[in-house]
């Protein structure tokens, strides 16, 4: 086995860590950064960029870049750039490789194995999509871990005292809650919650619409019509973002960013930390309410809670920090860098998984209910939202009509106890069933570490069984990796 590493692959930012002795250790890039854009891009001549390179090129090639692929992890979206179609996977690989390379020139020697974080509150499929994004890169995943979960190893919690502790992780794309118990060697995450949509990306598109807005009404052009220019905005407010977390003023100034009568249009606006947080109010109170259920599912009182720790590039936003001061009644820790944290800690299950690591055990949840369609549009959970995975339960179910010998078992994922309103992981079919008025069908729901979901339905009488692992209708064949892997390396 070559050396394992530890990777956060962010929305906005992906870094990468390895263990040095017992202590993880952030990765310097071959640009000379400690983290890397997630960005991917094509230019004219068909070369492939991947992090900085790639951000530079946006504004001009907005067409030709890709960015923020990780929101897109688990869906049947395709990027199509020359002819040539690029699922997430493949995207999120390209990310990965270089990651990959950077650790191995660090390291001196061959990297194989790797432990990549997720989420918490990331969908069977977009788990699955992310393991198979590392096996294209040429990974062997060893773990998915949930990131606020890989945060708290890196602040070190399992050499605490006994507390609970919330997590909270915004992200460039993605937010996630989790509450978790620390015993001396032992972090046992009680809940998690989320919004897989919700990450600095938001913080940014609101101060755009602003900027826009604004820009429209003083100068009667409309950006929008411009891809370059509304590229070069978005940078412009990314960038006032970072320094409003600063500063209670900055503006934006861009030069030439429209043409008027042959004339060129300039933009500069002054914009204010409080006109910035007005804008993003109601994205900030969206991540309360995860804090809240979160906290109920957990049954632990906010202000009982023994430390709050603040994860993601966008929890710097002194708005946010505010808002969780105010439901927690604490100052929110900030003791390592939130946009190192997660992949220093996904370094230290590495080391925990490869037996470097010692003492310390990992007990992590599902973030959402399993379960299968019933009748009537209702849905039967199998395993609630926050069970300790691994984990493995069974139900007895019965045919809907008497003497039926084949059921249909639509698998399901979510909280509504209407069928339609959940999400579908799939279905398989049951047959064989012996003629019964009542037969007795046994449905297994098996997770294994990653979170992945194994099904398998049988007939108690005849034990004729059917199964299925869950890889979501988007995810991708073995055969379908292959090409992407061929594609990768023929690519470079």
Do not use: W
Not at 79 to 96: E, F, H, K, R, V
């Amino acid at each position: 086995m070559g050396s394992m590493i530890g990777i956060d692959l962010g929305t906005t930012n992906s870094c990468v860590a390895v263990l040095e002795g017992d202590k993880p250790t952030v990765i310097v890039n071959s640009d000379g950064d400690r983290t890397t854009p997630s960005v991917v891009a094509f230019t004219q001549d068909g070369t492939r960029l991947i992090g900085v390179a790639a951000k530079r090129q946006a504004a001009l090639h907005p067409d030709r870049t890709i960015s923020s692929i990780k929101r897109s992890m688990g869906s049947d979206k395709r990027i199509t750039i020359d002819g040539t179609s690029y699922s997430p996977q493949g995207i999120s690989a390209m990310i990965l490789k270089k990651l990959k390379k950077d650790a191995e020139a660090h390291i001196g020697a061959t990297v194989t194995d790797a432990v990549i974080t997720v989420p918490a509150y990331f969908t069977d499929a977009q788990r699955q999509a992310t393991k198979d994004a590392g096996t294209i890169a040429g990974l062997n995943v060893q773990r998915i871990v949930n990131e606020p979960t890989a945060a708290a190893l890196a602040y070190g919690l399992d050499r605490e005292e006994n507390r609970e502790v919330m997590v909270f992780d915004l992200g460039g794309g993605t937010f996630d809650v989790s509450i978790l118990s620390i015993t001396s060697g032992l972090i046992e995450v009680i809940a998690t919650a989320g919004d897989n949509h919700l990450g600095g990306d938001d913080f940014d598109a609101a101060l755009v619409e602003h900027v826009v807005k604004t820009f429209k009404k003083q100068e009667h052009i409309n950006l929008r019509k411009d891809a370059a220019a509304i590229q070069r905005v978005t940078e412009a407010c990314e960038q006032a973002k970072k320094e409003l977390s600063q500063s209670d003023r900055t503006t934006i100034n861009l030069p030439y960013i429209a043409t008027a009568h042959n004339h060129p249009v300039h933009l500069e606006m002054d914009i204010t930390r409080q006109e910035f947080e007005s804008l993003c109010a109601p994205l900030i109170e969206r991540t309360m309410q995860p804090c809240r259920q979160a906290l109920s599912d957990a049954n632990v009182d906010p202000h009982a809670l023994g430390r709050v720790l603040m994860v993601g590039g966008s929890s710097r936003i002194p708005a946010v920090q505010n808002a969780v001061k105010d439901l927690t009644g604490q100052e929110p820790s900030h003791s390592i860098n939130p946009d190192e944290s997660v992949a220093m800690g996904a370094c230290l299950q590495a080391g925990v998984l490869s037996g470097s690591v010692g003492g310390l055990i990992l007990l992590d949840v599902t973030p959402m209910s399993l379960g299968v369609e019933v009748k009537g549009n209702k849905t039967s959970i199998v395993i609630p939202r926050n069970s300790s995975i691994p984990t493995k339960h069974s139900e007895i179910y019965t045919t809907a009509s008497p003497l039926q010998t084949m059921v249909e078992i639509n698998v399901l994922q979510g909280e509504s106890q209407r069928a339609s309103e959940n999400t579908s992981l799939g279905t398989f079919r049951l047959s064989g069933i012996k003629r019964s008025m009542q037969p007795q069908i046994e449905v297994t729901f098996e997770l294994d570490t990653n979170g992945i979901v194994h099904v398998t339905a049988c007939d108690k009488a005849t034990g004729s069984s059917a199964d299925i692992t869950i890889t979501g209708s988007s995810n991708l064949s073995d055969s379908e990796i292959k090409h992407a892997q061929h594609a990768l390396e023929s690519g470079e």
